[in-house]
Nanobody, 123 residues
């Protein structure tokens, strides 16, 4: 299984970014997908998750209303659209995958992780 994130970068507060995560080695449409992030000196935290078909989505309170998760099962790709970015969104963002996470907001529920992509939001 391989997860490859892309789309990170340096932006200003208020800007938008779209992260992508391409999965290979799995039957993509059978898996939950999600995003976690980790800022320097802070604990890893849940950002968002989406079920197999994409009709259920979950968000951390800190990003609700600003971030949108989506997936394209034909392209084996999950996306995270991030609007109205804030300096506190600065972190390495990780794509995760699991067939049935027991607790969708817990990192330990996901068996597979990408290498991460850096998002830096300047003020």
């Amino acid at each position: 299984v391989q997860l490859v994130e892309s789309g990170g970068g340096l932006v200003q507060a208020g800007d938008s970014l779209r992260l992508s995560c391409a999965a290979s080695g799995v039957t993509f449409s059978s898996y939950y997908m999600g995003w976690f992030r980790q800022a320097p000196g802070k604990e890893r935290e849940f950002v968002s998750a989406i079920n197999w078909s994409g009709d259920r989505t979950y968000y951390a309170d800190s990003v609700k209303g600003r971030f949108t998760i989506s997936r394209d099962n034909a392209k084996n790709t999950v996306y995270l659209r991030m609007n109205s970015l804030k300096p506190e969104d600065t972190a390495v963002y990780y794509c995760v995958l699991d067939i049935r996470p027991s607790i969708y907001y817990s990192g330990s529920s996901y068996d597979y992780w990408g290498q991460g992509t850096q998002v830096t939001v300047s003020s």
